[in-house]
């Protein structure tokens, strides 16, 4: 059975900086494609980042993060991260890890691609 929980999430100050874990279980992360995507209230859900499934793992980020986040996985713990710095006062939302067997390029940004979602955590920035 897949299942996806997510932890790590909380409220920080602007330029501040979090960690989210995705901790994984029912199949292997180093194999499928996993992304971090995040709703704020009133908003369409967006994604933030992807590692493609396939040998090459290229992550794929949504220009509004990058150089600030970075999406990692750990074969041995089985899990995704997604270290944010430098967060803004627009990156506040529901964050949450998803899995798809198979995508690639910047379709792994799409959201409606993924079939495995875990409940999320939740992200606050003050300004």
């Known amino acids: 059975q897949v299942q996806l929980v997510e932890s790590g999430g909380g409220s920080v100050q602007a330029g501040g900086s979090l960690r989210l874990s995705c901790v994984a279980s029912?199949?292997?992360?180093?194999?499928?494609?996993m992304g971090w995507f995040r709703q704020a209230p009133g908003k369409d859900r967006e994604g933030v980042a992807a590692?493609?499934?396939?040998?090459?793992?290229?992550?794929y980020y949504t220009d509004s993060v990058k150089g600030r986040f970075t999406i990692s996985q750990d074969n041995a713990k089985n899990t995704l991260a997604l270290q944010m710095n430098s967060l803004k006062p627009e990156d506040p939302a529901m964050y949450s890890c998803?899995?798809?067997?198979?995508?690639?390029?910047?379709?792994?940004?799409?959201?409606?691609?993924?079939?495995?979602w875990g409940q999320g955590t939740q992200v606050t920035v003050s300004s």
């Open positions: 029912g199949f292997t992360v180093s194999i499928y494609c």
């Open positions: 590692i493609a499934s396939g040998g090459s793992r290229i992550p």
């Open positions: 998803a899995m798809t067997p198979w995508c690639s390029g910047l379709s792994s940004l799409d959201y409606k691609k993924y079939n495995y």
